[in-house]
Nanobody, 114 residues
């Protein structure tokens, strides 16, 4: 089982990025999924998730700017990030919880310059 995150990079404040997370060896299906991030010197935190009830939830810091979605046919999880701010700089990780197992992507770096 592997989750491969991609789409990170360097962007100016106010710009946009779309992160992707492709799954192999398993499927996202309608299981709980999420995006986490870890900024330098800080703990990893959940920023967007879709629980089993299929309702997206966002932390206040990204609400209204980020959108989590998944394409079941492509077996890919996305995070559309708009109006990026320097404080969004972090390593972003995708996450899947399937039954009792948890899977993590390897992380993709997002750097937002001011």
């Amino acid at each position: 089982v592997q989750l491969q995150a991609s789409g990170g990079g360097l962007v100016q404040a106010g710009g946009s990025l779309r992160l992707s997370c492709a799954a192999s060896g398993t499927t996202f299906g309608l299981n709980a999924v999420a995006w986490y991030r870890q900024a330098p010197g800080k703990q990893r935190e959940v920023i967007a998730r879709i629980d089993s009830d299929r309702t997206p939830n966002y932390t206040d810091a990204v609400k209204g700017r980020f959108t989590i979605s998944r394409d079941i046919r492509k077996n890919t999880l996305y995070l559309q990030m708009n109006s990026l701010k320097p404080e969004d700089t972090a390593i972003y990780y995708c996450y899947l919880r399937k039954h009792i197992r948890e899977y993590w992507g390897q992380g993709t770096q997002v750097t937002v310059s001011s």
